[in-house]
């Protein structure tokens, strides 16, 4: 059997969710959080290592109310991400308080990750059948000489929304083989009554087509993306100027940067799932209904882990 890893992003500070740490916050009846049912859902897709990507001083809690347990029916590792883990040459700036993005929180596993993995992010709850085309994907892709294979998960975009504030997503344009090519970054994206729109700055809003492909940080990747990203964060730090203290080195952004440099081919792989996460401390109640509602269908046992 193909070794495959799941990868957790859960390192973020979460301050729209009040300064709570909001990935461990409990949403099931017996509480379980949003990183339980991923587990639950990859494992059962076929990943048999989870690496959680996490801040030094959240590990002790980390493990109590979660890794410990996972540590029992699957193999754990665990990366930091740390705003001075940065390479040869750069230091953190004083101010610097935002953490460098997805793209390095994904290069501070190099290390550990060796096979095919997934990255998804901790506070959200992405149904079951995304892990599966990815993990069947991540075992069938043959490699390539000229350029990188990978995938992502394609959300639908009216599928992605909070009922409690705007969100960021990218949205895909993909050509007829489902290949991406282009992932734009959007912020300040609103639930309305027609579907979706995006806050203007000036307070007007412009129409988003709801049907619309989004990307939901659920990536599916080889190790060939490790020096990639290791080159790429390089640059990055090189460019920014003493006023960048909030800029972010970004998955999307990476991906897209590669497909247009012609060097990756990722393939969307749609998924109509709906998603739901606690962006904001208002979500967890609907987060919570939206859990017991699975549960009462069948799709997860009440008790998810024995």
């Known amino acids: 059997m193909k070794n495959t890893t799941l990868v957790i992003m859960a390192a973020g500070i979460g301050s729209r969710f009040g300064g709570g740490i909001k990935q461990l916050e409990p949403v099931g009846p017996n509480g379980e959080i949003i990183m339980d049912y991923s587990i639950h859902d990859a494992l059962e897709a076929g990943f048999n290592k989870i690496v959680f990507i996490i801040r030094k001083d959240l590990d002790k809690d980390f493990r109590e109310i979660i890794g410990n347990r996972i540590e029992k029916i699957a193999d754990v590792a665990y990366a930091y991400q740390e705003l001075d883990n940065l390479p040869d040459g750069f230091t953190k700036p004083a101010d610097r308080t935002k953490p460098w993005g997805t793209g390095q929180a994904i290069l501070v596993c190099q290390d550990i990750v060796k096979e095919p993995f997934a990255v998804i992010n901790a506070d959200d709850y992405y149904g079951k059948e995304a892990f599966v085309k990815i993990h069947d994907y991540l075992i069938s892709m043959q490699p390539s000489k000229d350029k990188f294979n990978f995938c992502m998960a394609g959300f639908i975009l009216g599928n992605t929304l909070s009922d409690n ?16 090519l282009n992932v734009n970054e959007t912020h300040d994206i609103i639930k309305t009554e027609d579907g979706a729109a995006v806050m203007n700055a000036d307070g007007t809003t412009a129409p988003l087509d709801p049907q619309s492909h989004v990307s939901m940080n659920m990536w599916g990747f080889t190790p060939d993306l490790f020096p990639v990203l290791e080159e790429g964060f390089i640059e990055f730090l090189g460019s920014l100027s003493a006023d960048d203290l909030k800029k972010e080195y970004l998955l999307p952004i990476i991906a897209d940067q590669l497909i247009k440099n012609g060097r990756a081919q990722v393939t969307l792989l749609e998924t109509n799932d709906k998603w739901f996460g606690v962006t904001y401390k208002e979500d967890k109640a ?5 859990i017991k509602d699975l549960i009462e269908k069948g799709v997860y046992p009440a008790k998810l882990f024995a």
């Open 286 to 290: 609907s987060v919570t209904a939206a």
């Open 165 to 180: 504030g705007s969100v960021t997503r990218g949205i895909c344009e993909i050509d007829s083989e489902n290949h991406l």
